[in-house]
């Protein structure tokens, strides 16, 4: 598939069939995550994969709170929760050939950690797309995020940005979306050239 049709057909999806995803093609699109850009390579995300009910009935009942559900998503076969650690890129800046041994925070006009590894679930929602299948990204309520990394042994120091379902949709989203509602801004309200 062309790039530019791989974006234009990149959505949310919201509900999902139970059929598995192919080995193969979760390992490529993993693969494209990994090839995600980083701050002096620090490579400071990880990919937490949980393929199949048992392991997603574990995820989502650490991850349940008095929150509404997304019972349609509930389906998806494997759910991919990126992770961020801060201490990966304080702990590269502050090697020789960077020159910031005091692991400052302070340095950091954005937390690249985080961006980094939105970079990352945006490859995956990509390559999801060009092998056929759809997709959601959607967040972890915060009083749920401890119980998820107890669940899964997950080390203090990474943080999950959210989480990637995936899989194959349903072929009607019965779920509607803002984008039904809202429509896309045009680029001219987007787009700024020369001059804010």
């Known amino acids: 598939m062309e790039f530019a049709e791989v974006v234009r057909r990149r959505k949310m999806v919201r509900t ?3 059929r598995p995803v192919d080995a193969a093609v979760l390992d490529r699109i993993l693969g494209h995550g990994r090839r995600a850009p980083s701050a002096g390579f620090s490579q400071g995300f990880e990919f937490l994969v949980l393929s199949g009910p048992k392991e997603t009935a574990r995820f989502w009942e650490a991850a349940t709170s008095d929150e509404p559900v997304l019972e349609g998503v509930r389906a998806a076969p ?5 992770f961020a650690s801060k201490d990966a890129y304080l702990e590269r ?10 692991r400052d925070e302070a340095r950091w006009p954005v937390p690249f ?32 995020v401890p119980r998820v990394k ?10 999950p940005i959210g989480v990637i379902a995936l899989g194959h949709g349903a072929p009607v989203d019965p ?8 429509p896309r801004k045009r680029s001219d309200e987007v787009v700024h050239r020369g001059w804010w």
Do not use: C, Q
């Open 150 to 159: 107890a669940a899964f042994g997950v080390p203090e120091e990474w943080n």
């Open 16 to 18: 999902f069939l139970g």
């Open 93 to 102: 800046y502050a090697e020789e050939d960077k020159g910031w041994r005091d």
């Open 175 to 182: 779920v509607r979306s803002s984008r039904d509602t809202r």
């Open 113 to 144: 950690w985080y961006i980094d590894a939105g970079f990352a679930a945006m490859l995956m929602l990509l390559s999801a797309v060009n092998e056929g299948l759809s997709a959601l990204f959607f967040g972890l309520f915060p009083p749920t």
């Open 78 to 82: 494997v759910l991919v929760i990126p």
